[in-house]
């Protein structure tokens, strides 16, 4: 069992950054490739990042490649997301997530999710 708790959220302009935490608790933290979603209202959840159980391999959606860094530290047992030059688009509740094993579409534990918004 891994327990995940997102921190960071907040109301920020258009053009500014906010970095967001994941904490996780439980079984081991570098066994998991982890990722960040987010769902805006009305919208489904979407995909927003990932990373591998070292670190070194990231994988981003188009819609945030270039603006937003995934990273993580397996000893502390976090991961973190760098959002920079923020756009009222990227409005939404989000969620970070562990899968077992190799980056994947399926995941297997999700954080209760932060609210980012962000106005223009």
């Known amino acids: 069992q891994v327990q995940l708790v997102e921190s960071g959220g907040g109301l920020v302009q258009a053009g500014g950054s906010l970095r967001l935490s994941c904490a996780a608790s439980?079984?081991?933290?570098?066994?998991?490739?982890m990722g960040w979603f987010r769902q805006a209202p009305g919208k489904e959840r979407e995909f927003v990042a990932a990373?591998?159980?070292?670190?070194?391999?990231?994988y981003y959606a188009d819609a945030v490649k270039g603006r937003f860094t995934i990273s993580r530290d397996n000893a502390k047992k976090t991961m973190d997301l760098q959002m920079n030059s923020l756009i009222p688009e990227d409005t939404a509740v989000y969620y970070c997530?562990?899968?077992?094993?190799?980056?994947?579409?399926?995941?297997?534990?999700w954080g209760q999710g932060t609210q980012v918004t962000v106005s223009s």
């Open positions: 990373i591998n159980l070292s670190g070194d391999d990231t």
């Open positions: 997530a562990a899968r077992f094993g190799v980056v994947g579409q399926n995941y297997d534990y």
């Open positions: 439980g079984r081991t933290f570098s066994s998991y490739a």
